[in-house]
């Protein structure tokens, strides 16, 4: 590979990171979103003394 090829080849890997990194911030984002809905449900499922199974209908 010539250095014109290898500097492209890096360009490639940076913008690959970079869409990765979005990506995974993404879905931190999103699972922290979930994982507070979730807290929510439970709460007002002990609340009620709803077991999560019954409430799933397990």
Do not use: C
């Amino acid at each position: 590979m010539n250095q014109n090829e290898l500097e492209l080849e890096l360009i490639v890997a940076q913008e690959t990171i970079r869409e990765a990194e979005e990506a995974f911030d993404q879905l931190r984002k999103d699972y922290h979103a979930l994982r507070e809905h979730t807290d929510k449900l439970e709460a007002i499922l002990k609340e009620h003394a709803i077991p999560f199974p019954m409430f799933w209908g397990w």
